[in-house]
């Protein structure tokens, strides 16, 4: 199958494509978080038990609409149902738990260095402006991955799939309907018993 990933979906898009590479044909990934470089010190400290607790505590507290408006270029996006839309999916139980696992998990370090390994033809989507996945991400993943190429949407910020929702939908569907190349996939390690 096709892998589409955004933000943090990209590393588990990324880590999908090395554990089974058989089983993608190829990548999209929009503002991708993967380096463990991009990682803010929050979600560091975060890997420590009661530490990250207390701080996803605070970071949940947070006016929801003032940490949306850091994600977008044109503020106008952040409208009242959004708001609303992402309060309500953020009070459903388990969601600060989910988060803070996840945050747990992301050890990219690990994966970065493998990333030329992967053989899929991927598009990466990228707003210009995005302050939460700067595009210096998306050049080096670019530079990363043997057969990547870098679109970039101009008043964008993390997400293109809005803000810049012609142009990038009209490209991902461009890149999904091409028949993918004929890539030379590594050999599968056999399981050990």
């Not at 943090?8 to 978080?33: C, I, N």
């Not at 149902?81 to 309500?88: R, S």
């Not at 690990?110 to 053989?119: A, D, G, K, W």
Request: charged share 30%; proline share 5%; aromatic share 10%.
């Amino acid at each position: 199958a096709a892998v589409v990933g955004h933000s943090w979906g990209a590393s588990v898009a990324l880590a999908t494509a090395l554990a089974a590479p058989e089983r993608v044909t190829r990548l999209a990934l929009y503002d991708a978080w993967v380096y463990e470089e991009q990682l803010p010190s929050f979600l560091l400290w975060s890997r420590a038990n009661g530490v990250g607790e207390v701080l996803f505590g605070l970071w949940y507290g947070e006016r929801i609409d003032e940490r949306l408006a850091l994600a977008f270029y044109d503020r106008r996006f952040v409208t009242e149902k959004l708001v609303e839309d992402v309060e309500k999916a953020l009070e459903r139980p388990g969601t600060r738990a989910a988060a803070l696992a996840a945050s747990r998990g992301q050890r990219f370090r690990r994966l970065q260095e493998r990333y030329r390994e992967i053989p899929q033809e991927t598009l990466l989507l990228w707003g210009r402006e995005d302050g939460v996945a700067a595009l210096s991400a998306g050049e080096r993943l670019s530079r990363d991955l043997p057969h990547a190429r870098l679109q970039v949407y101009p008043r964008c910020g993390h997400f293109p799939m809005i803000e810049a929702a012609e142009a990038s939908t009209r490209d991902l569907c461009e890149f999904l309907e091409t028949a993918p190349a004929s890539v030379a996939l590594p050999p599968r390690k056999e399981a050990r018993r």
